[in-house]
């Protein structure tokens, strides 16, 4: 109450609870801010259950909770940390901005110090942007960590030193966010160019993270991996390596569940991949390509024909069928299964990699 001045104080007691004096007294004290919200004691899986929707039932829309836990009992203080999450990850609008706990056993001179659990809930964050980068390439809520590790350091300015500050961490943030808009669009030049910014970024806010972002140096060498196989230092120019690298895309994609991605830029990759055949450099012209495209069709054409020809003429009619299908969202009368077109698009990644033999360095 002193420190935080609620406009509302909610109140969860049990049946035993409310029939003891120290309820009483808080009532007294409390008078109409405090609401009292009856539980049940948690011996069941019902009970716990039923305790969270007495706790999330109680919030509403902008509300501003802050969660005390000091005489919780039993699985309760947990349980409640669990609410305190799902509410703060589910609903925008709703903030839970402190989880506190009277450290009674810790007093000096009765007074008790008020410890700040927070940062576990903090970590909780930090476990969703993780997660949400390595299984998906989404980058926002780890950027959004990031970002605040730094700002709230740089609030702090005027108690301490700014020469500690973190500076780095926003520069890794944006940069992140970049690498995830733009394999999530398939643009896969700009994957290769900002997968090659990053790396020596990742190695410079190794420092930082350490004493700012501890969560996320906790994935440095894991995102390092991931990004290593991405990076090109010349995406604009057209050679093996750089086909290595859009290859090492797609399947990235494909792996990461970005099946979408990973099957409309392996058909750019096809026409890449007949371009640096050619020797053709102009390989970004429109018409270029689309001359290109023209001969792979009436490869395939043929190919089917007379089931005689390339191998390649066979790869480009399948992938054609498979991105049609996937590009126009399967709107015709005999859309493929999820299933096949999770096989199909595999298969054709594994082909794909030995075109790429083929091409001489």
């Known amino acids: 109450m002193e420190f935080f ?18 309820f009483t007294n808080l009532q007294e004290e409390l008078g109409a801010l405090l609401e009292k ?6 011996k069941s899986e019902k009970e716990l259950w039923d305790i969270f929707d007495c706790l999330a039932d109680r919030v ?41 706990y009277g450290a009674y056993e810790a007093r000096k001179e009765n007074r008790s110090p008020v410890f700040d659990l927070t940062p576990l809930l903090d970590l909780m964050d930090w476990t969703s942007g993780c997660e949400f980068f ?22 702090k300015k005027n108690d301490v030193s700014a020469e500690a ?21 398939g643009r896969l030049r700009e994957v290769m160019g900002t997968a090659h ?24 060498d894991e995102i390092k991996r991931e990004v290593e196989d991405l990076a090109y230092e010349n995406p604009d120019v057209l050679d093996k390596k750089n086909l290595e690298r859009q290859l090492k895309m797609i399947e990235y994609c494909y792996k990461k569940g970005l099946v979408v991605q990973a099957v409309t830029t392996a058909r750019e990759w096809m026409v890449n991949w007949l371009l ?18 023209e001969e792979l069709n009436c ?32 709107m015709n009368e005999n859309p493929s299964r999820i299933d096949r077109i999770l096989m199909n698009a595999e298969e054709i990644i594994a082909e794909l990699k030995e075109l790429l033999k083929e091409i001489k360095n």
């Not at 390595?134 to 609030?155: T, V």
């Not at 973190?166 to 690498?179: E, M």
């Not at 993270?209 to 140096?217: G, L, Q, S, T, V």
Request: hydrophobic residues 40%; aromatic residues 8%; positive net charge.
């Open 165 to 185: 500050f973190p500076r780095r961490l926003n520069t890794v943030a944006q940069k992140l966010r970049i690498l995830s808009g733009a394999l999530h669009l």
């Open 299 to 330: 490869e395939a054409k043929l190919f089917i024909s007379n089931k005689t020809g390339p191998k390649y003429a066979d790869i480009w009619d399948r992938l054609r069928v498979l991105r049609n299908d996937v590009a126009h969202c399967g």
């Open 37 to 42: 919200v009856s539980i049940p004691s948690g």
């Open 276 to 293: 640096l055949k050619k020797g053709e450099m102009n390989w970004l012209n429109r018409d270029i390509r689309e001359k290109v495209e």
């Open 60 to 100: 509403q829309s902008s509300d501003e909770v802050i969660l005390d836990v000091t005489h919780a009992f039993r699985s309760l203080p947990l349980f409640s940390f669990g609410v305190a999450v799902y509410l703060r990850r589910v609903y925008d609008d709703i903030s839970v901005s402190r989880i506190v």
């Open 5 to 22: 001045k609620p406009d509302k104080v909610i109140v969860l007691v049990t049946e035993e609870a409310e029939k003891s004096e120290d």
């Open 197 to 220: 910014d990053i790396l020596p970024l990742l190695k410079e806010v190794a420092y930082e993270a350490e004493h700012y972002a501890k969560p996320f140096r906790r994935i440095l």
């Open 134 to 155: 390595l299984r998906r390439s989404d980058a926002e809520i780890l950027a959004q960590r990031l970002r605040e590790s730094q700002s709230r350091f740089w609030r």
